[in-house]
């Protein structure tokens, strides 16, 4: 039997309420790492059947954190954004992922989006996972269709972001 989603659960809790900083996050991305590297986890939660664009395989009831399944079908790619209050940590299962960075040169503020320009741009590909800290701006790129698992630091569904735009 491979790794579980009930593990990578216990494990990402566990280092969480050690460590809720970057410290701990960055074990929390050596977690998703090893997920990736399961073909039999990935198989289970990302195979052929998985059709959810956003598919919630656990909420921690303490921290608030999230793992999430994400299947991508055809192009697609998002603007700038961070998480708001919140970290993410992107584990790239199947495809390729173009991830930009970006440095924010004026803060978003009465309304109006922040300007951010381009830091550099990177493909995440099989078993890759990315921390992405409180304030980091982003954004993917997807050619074709990718499976991926993030984990939240909370479920962003619930959370009011910022706007940015490219200088």
């Known amino acids: 039997m491979g790794?579980?989603?009930?593990?990578?659960?216990?494990?990402?809790?566990?280092?969480?309420?050690?460590?809720?900083?970057?410290?701990?996050?960055?074990?929390?991305?050596?977690?998703?790492?090893?997920?990736?590297?399961?073909?039999n986890f990935v198989e289970t939660h990302l195979g052929p059947d998985a059709d959810a664009e956003r598919n919630i395989l656990f909420e921690d009831p303490d921290f608030?954190?999230?793992?999430?399944?994400?299947?991508?079908?055809g192009a697609k790619a998002s603007g700038p954004h961070d998480h708001g209050p919140s970290w993410a940590i992107y584990g790239q299962a199947k495809g390729t992922t173009e991830m930009?960075?970006?440095?924010?040169t004026k803060k978003p503020a009465d309304g109006e989006p922040g300007?951010?320009?381009?830091?550099?741009?990177?493909?995440?590909?099989?078993?890759?996972?990315i921390l992405y800290n409180i304030g980091d701006v982003h954004s993917p790129r997807r050619e074709d269709s990718t499976r991926l698992i993030r984990i939240e630091g909370e479920n962003m569904k619930t959370i009011t972001r910022d706007k940015f735009e490219a200088a």
């Open 3 to 39: 790794y579980t989603i009930e593990q990578l659960s216990s494990e990402c809790h566990d280092t969480i309420a050690a460590a809720n900083d970057p410290s701990g996050r960055e074990k929390v991305r050596q977690h998703l790492e090893k997920a990736l590297a399961d073909p």
């Open 115 to 129: 300007i951010v320009e381009p830091v550099k741009t990177y493909e995440m590909t099989p078993g890759d996972a």
């Open 100 to 104: 930009t960075e970006w440095n924010v």
């Open 64 to 73: 608030g954190f999230c793992i999430i399944a994400h299947v991508y079908i």
